[in-house]
């Protein structure tokens, strides 16, 4: 599975960025796959995910009600969004595409990791 993430960038507190992944290669329809985010100094964690058998989400905490996961399948390849408004300095991390068979989400379960994509909440 090749995932590839896109939409990082320097945005203003309050402001909105829209992330990209781009997965193609699965072997197996049931998957689960979405962002994890590292912040400096910090443990990473996992923001959203959707799970493809039935579009079920998970949103962490910090980020529910204002980040959106939705995704895109077209044959083979899947594309997952998520849309990040009201964004705050904390939310300034390396944010990750990932995704694992069955319905890990946890960093060690994950199957497959994208390379990171910077998002800067700064004024």
């Known amino acids: 599975v090749q995932l590839q993430a896109f939409g990082g960038g320097l945005v203003q507190p309050g402001g909105s960025l829209r992330l990209s992944c781009s997965a193609s290669?699965?072997?197996?329809?049931?998957?689960?796959i979405g962002w994890f985010r590292q912040a400096p100094g910090k443990e990473r964690e996992g923001v959203s995910s959707i799970r493809s058998t039935d579009g079920g989400t998970y949103y962490a905490d910090p980020v529910k009600g204002r980040f959106t996961i939705s995704r895109d399948s077209a044959k083979n390849t899947v594309t997952v969004y998520l849309q990040m408004n009201s964004l705050k300095p904390d939310d300034t991390a390396v944010y990750y595409c990932?995704?694992?068979?069955?319905?890990?989400?946890?960093?060690?379960?994950?199957?497959?990791w994208g390379k990171g994509t910077e998002v800067t909440v700064s004024s």
């Open positions: 290669g699965f072997i197996s329809d049931y998957y689960r």
């Open positions: 990932a995704a694992s068979y069955g319905d890990s989400w946890y960093v060690d379960g994950m199957d497959y």
